[in-house]
DNA sequence: GGTTTGACCCTAA
DNA sequence: ATTAGGGCCAAAC
């Protein structure tokens, strides 16, 4: 159905542990793009379409600043924080936005 | 089929 | 610290 880059980034992203978090950039140079960081986003926006995220944790998956970086979409940014607080992860809300702390929840894959 | 946009990231000034 | 530009590829128009 996906392409394979589609389905490894949906690969990558059901590797992150509960609890922890990655971003874009991260999951796309795990797929081979390190500079295809929109393909990810492009990728989870597609699970919107899909269904209720298709299993994928979605959540664990922001951006380099380690901010929520939805606006309105299907799975809001409240929706995402929500998330990762029932995973016993620290959201901080500022400015409208919820940032988490990278040096803390940041997933640290294996291949490194 | 060209142009614009998109849950982004990096480099340079 | 902030601003500007390039890059990547796919969908939307």
Do not use: H
């Amino acid at each position: 159905m996906f392409s394979n880059f589609y389905d490894q980034i949906y690969n990558k992203i059901k590797e992150i542990p509960y609890g922890r978090v990655a971003t874009y950039g991260q999951i796309a140079a795990l797929c081979g793009n390190a500079r295809g960081a929109r393909m990810v986003g492009w990728a989870l926006n597609a699970l919107n379409n899909v269904g209720p995220s298709a299993q994928i944790p979605w959540q664990r998956v922001i951006n380099r600043e380690g901010r929520i970086s939805i606006v309105n979409k299907n799975a809001t940014k409240d929706l995402q924080a929500d998330l990762l607080r029932s995973e016993g992860i620290t959201v901080e809300l500022r400015d409208g936005n919820y940032w988490i702390d990278l040096t803390k929840y940041l997933w640290r894959p294996p291949a490194g």
